[in-house]
């Protein structure tokens, strides 16, 4: 069974550029979710997916940051304008459903932002 | 969401069993506990959960104390490869990662 996958793996920009991560969940998955882990600490979900509609965005700073799940499967995670404090590992996860599921995740994209 | 205590870290050796414990005092009654762990470089692992009974799989066990407050994870014979960072989180399903215990095997 494929894992969860995500592009690209390394990604280095400067301050106020843009940038988009794509992930790719295992087949069948109805859940997704984006996860921000900052060296040191653990990953906070930023957004949960079900289907292709939100369920929670509540630590997504939608002032910069945008994601979406067109047609159910695939998600893409935007920053725009990207800022220092955006550097870090920016995490995928799916599961079949919603709740007590386990996650699976992908291997993320690291983020360094100059 | 439920406060957790865990060890900052925990050392073991090579093929000796290893009780990573977790406090979650203020857990609801709709909680379960999971487990997930972290190894260096990769994303966050699930290694297992449960609600009320003690669970066992190919990866570990989990005990879970009878008024829920506290649950301990069990690895029967640790290797060199379950060094990681591991995280206890009481939850329905939404995952609130906190900073987990550093898990050190010796060889």
């Known amino acids: 069974e494929a894992g969860v996958a995500q592009s690209p793996r390394y990604k280095i920009i400067e301050k106020r550029q843009s940038v988009a991560f794509w992930c790719n969940p295992i087949?069948?998955?109805?859940?997704l979710y984006w996860y921000q882990q900052i060296l040191g600490q653990g990953p906070k979900l930023l957004i949960q997916f079900q289907n292709n509609g939100v369920v929670d965005d509540s630590q997504l700073p939608k002032d910069r940051f945008s994601a979406e799940r067109l047609k159910g499967v695939d998600s893409t995670l935007k920053i725009q304008p990207a800022k220092l404090e955006d550097s870090a590992v920016y995490l995928c996860?799916?599961?079949?459903?919603?709740?007590?599921?386990?996650?699976?995740f992908g291997p993320g994209t690291r983020l360094t932002v100059t | 969401d439920a406060k957790t205590t865990q060890p900052n870290s925990m050392e073991s050796n090579e093929e000796e069993p290893v009780h990573l414990p977790c406090n979650h005092s203020?857990?609801?009654?709709?909680?379960?506990i999971h487990w997930y762990r972290q190894l260096p470089s990769q994303g966050p692992e699930y290694v297992i959960h449960?609600?009320?009974s003690n669970v066992n799989n190919r990866m570990a066990s989990l005990a879970i104390a009878e008024d829920r407050k506290s649950s301990t994870l069990i690895l029967h014979r640790a290797t060199l490869r379950d060094a990681a960072v591991y995280y206890c989180?009481?939850?329905?399903?939404?995952?609130?990662f906190g900073q987990g215990t550093i898990l050190t095997v010796h060889p």
């Open positions: 989180i009481p939850s329905y399903g939404k995952l609130t």
């Open positions: 449960g609600l009320t």
């Open positions: 203020t857990i609801s009654g709709t909680d379960y």
């Open positions: 996860a799916s599961s079949l459903e919603a709740g007590p599921y386990e996650q699976y």
């Open positions: 087949s069948g998955h109805a859940t």
